[in-house]
């Protein structure tokens, strides 16, 4: 029996023993398989085999961004995603265009393309060094992230599996409105000055209203077959209630829906591209935001000899999320006023009103039964209070 042969008898053996059966009485038992055989060769099938999983997943609605969000809750330690983005960019190489968002997710995970090189009986040992770790560590690790990947339901797909024939546009170049919304709400975060703050997030949700309305004036002069997309933001835990009020609002200021998907750790999002990159850079810097002002509040409730600090985050946050929403949508209703005043007989009105009921429709079809969640009360009047003026205080709305 050659190497290769015995590698791939190898992998048949501990694939039955670690991922098919019940419990983890078998991963012990798989790991010492893979790491008694040849490795070269068993990095190689393994990288195979683990390719044809990460391919199973994304046949089930699975994107780049949403395994590794899931495996890094459910398997902490950092090196299984390192794993799964070895596993993903193996994959990915089988595929010569990509949309953008795709694209875009594998250079945030660092797998464009295989960091081991061409030669995949090379990756075994390169893993090794880089995991600074042991044979059977690494099987077990290896056979964790497959496990997991195996176990994945089938959701609801936001876009087209990779390989199927798809339109991708050219590459553009960013406008300057968004370049500028950018700087702003990167200034907003880095600030120290609540005033300055305020101010500076004001102005970067009246641009993002002033570009909606831009992108939906272009795209009603001709036929461009521009259509509402999705996609998927993370929520995650702790306190994910309030940071999925908090996406909401960020969505519905920018003509989109968000549906809270809470057992998978994310909300998918609903709307026209520009809109959605909207509420991907404004929902992230609101984040950064509220977490950087409830933990000044909490050290200042602290040195006051307070102790409830669980009960004092979920009240911050919920505030924060609620006083948010109402400042973004009276901020975006009045750009779209004053824009209706500039513009003779407010033309751009109908184009919005047909946008947001393309939205709605395209929603309904991706999501056709939805529920509401009955949200956790705020019982700390204090959280409650300090979470209120840090929404006052946030910028870019």
Known sequence: MDQSEAA?????????????????????????????????????????????????????????????????????????????????????????????????????????????????????????????????????????????????????????????????????????????????LAKAEATDFPDEAEALTAKAQELMARHSVDEALLAAKGPSGDAPAACRIGVDAPYETAKAILLDAA????????????????????????????????????????NAAMAKAEAAQRAAGRKRTKTFRQSFLLAYAHRIGTRLSDTAARATSERAASEAGASFLPVLAARDVAVAGRTDQLFPETTATRLRGATDEAGWTHGTAAADRATGL
């Open 8 to 184: 791939t008898r190898a992998v048949e053996r501990a694939f039955a023993a670690a991922l098919y059966a019940d419990g983890d009485d078998g991963l012990d038992l798989g790991a010492s398989l893979l790491a008694a055989a040849p490795a070269p060769e068993t990095g190689r099938e393994l990288l195979r085999r683990g390719a044809e999983f990460v391919r199973r997943a994304w046949e089930r609605g699975w994107q780049p961004a949403d395994v590794v969000r899931l495996l890094r809750r459910e398997l902490p330690d950092a090196r299984h995603a390192r794993i799964a983005g070895d596993l993903i960019a193996a994959e990915a190489r089988r595929y010569t265009r990509l949309e953008p968002r795709w694209a875009g997710q594998l250079r945030d995970l660092d797998a464009a393309e295989p960091w081991w090189g061409a030669d995949d009986t090379g990756y075994a040992d390169a893993l090794a060094r880089r995991e600074s770790a042991d044979r059977f560590s690494l099987a077990t690790a290896v056979l964790e992230v497959l496990r997991l990947l195996l176990r994945l339901p089938a959701i609801t797909p936001v876009g087209a599996v990779p390989g199927a024939p798809v339109h991708v546009p050219p590459p553009h170049q960013e406008s300057r409105l968004l370049t500028r919304i950018r700087a702003l």
């Open 251 to 290: 969505a519905t200021a920018n003509h989109c829906r968000a549906v809270w998907q809470e057992a998978l750790g994310f909300s998918t999002v609903v709307g026209f591209e520009p809109d959605l990159e909207s509420v991907e850079l404004l929902y992230t810097s609101l984040l950064v935001q509220g």
